[in-house]
């Protein structure tokens, strides 16, 4: 049983080391820091879990890599994982380069888990195409793999194109760390038998997720890929054993808990060991 950590807003008020190393000693086998990095005070977006204004806490993130840094410097096996990375916001030189040392660093336990973004006037305004986001992740995808692999990598894309550059440290993990997909986007499931790892899906149901499952192991089989190979962690979920084991039994490999946010170390400790206790 794999149960993680999600990081509550605002993400930066309790220290990622602190994070890290309490929910490795409860048995935690992940953390997860996601990222919003600017969020535009004027948005006719609206939020996709209530289809309202976006919530003000979506200004109150932290840098994911950073945090994760910091994190993995004070544990030995806990996984280090964004929930996820907008990768249209991000140049895939530069993630390059912070993954793979992120991964070298710690020993090789780094997931990255992926998201395109909902957030238009965000991914505009870092230069994404947002109509055209999925295209642009793929290749950035495809470009960050090939410095990973080799001593030099090019690549030509419509969005990124590059001639042999080195970029070293190697990730740790090879031939990539693993690549996990986030979201319910109508091809997700296909999009990750075709580039990915895995799936990390949020707001889904139990009943639901075990029949996305069965057509998930369905299109990788297709595709001669082994269907026990693609991972499935569900996101943000209450800390409740019941709740847990509904989607452990619907076929997830890993369900992700959220905490809530509180004001001090001490009331974060109380909630995290409470909730290993409730789910686990």
């Not at 096996?77 to 993630?95: A, E």
């Not at 991964?103 to 195409?129: A, N, P, Y």
């Not at 990973?148 to 440290?169: I, K, N, Q, S």
């Not at 808990?257 to 060991?273: F, S, Y």
Request: with cysteine.
């Amino acid at each position: 049983m794999s149960i993680g950590l999600s990081i509550p807003l605002p993400a930066y008020t309790i220290d990622p080391a602190f994070m890290g190393r309490k929910a490795e000693a409860l048995g935690f086998d992940s953390i997860w820091y996601a990222e919003h990095p600017a969020v535009p005070v004027e948005s006719a977006s609206k939020f996709p879990a209530t289809g309202g204004e976006i919530p003000w806490t979506y200004s109150h993130f932290t840098d994911p890599y950073i945090a994760l840094a910091r994190a993995s410097a004070v544990t030995t096996n806990l996984k280090l994982c964004t929930g996820i990375t907008l990768i249209p916001q991000r140049n895939p030189l530069l993630l390059a380069k912070e993954i793979a040392a992120l991964d070298f660093h710690s020993g090789g336990r780094f997931i990255l888990g992926v998201g395109t973004g909902w957030l238009r006037e965000e991914v505009e305004l870092f230069g994404g195409d947002f109509e055209r986001r999925w295209t642009q992740t793929r290749e950035a995808l495809e470009a960050m793999q090939a410095c990973w692999t080799g001593d030099a990598g090019e690549y030509h894309g419509a969005f990124y194109d590059f001639p042999p550059v080195r970029v070293y440290p190697k990730p740790l993990q090879q031939p990539r760390p693993p690549i996990i997909l986030g979201g319910h986007a109508q091809r997700v499931l296909q999009r990750i038998v075709d580039h990915a790892d895995g799936w990390l899906p949020n707001r889904i149901s139990p009943g639901d997720l075990a029949d996305a499952i069965q057509e998930l192991h369905k299109l990788a089989t297709a595709a001669g890929r082994d269907p026990k190979a693609l991972t499935v962690s569900v996101y943000g979920q209450e800390a409740k054993r019941d709740t847990v084991q509904a989607y452990l039994k619907a076929g997830a490999d890993r369900v992700v808990l959220r905490p809530v946010h509180v004001e001090t170390q001490d009331e974060m400790e109380a909630q995290l060991e409470a909730m290993a206790a409730a789910a686990m």
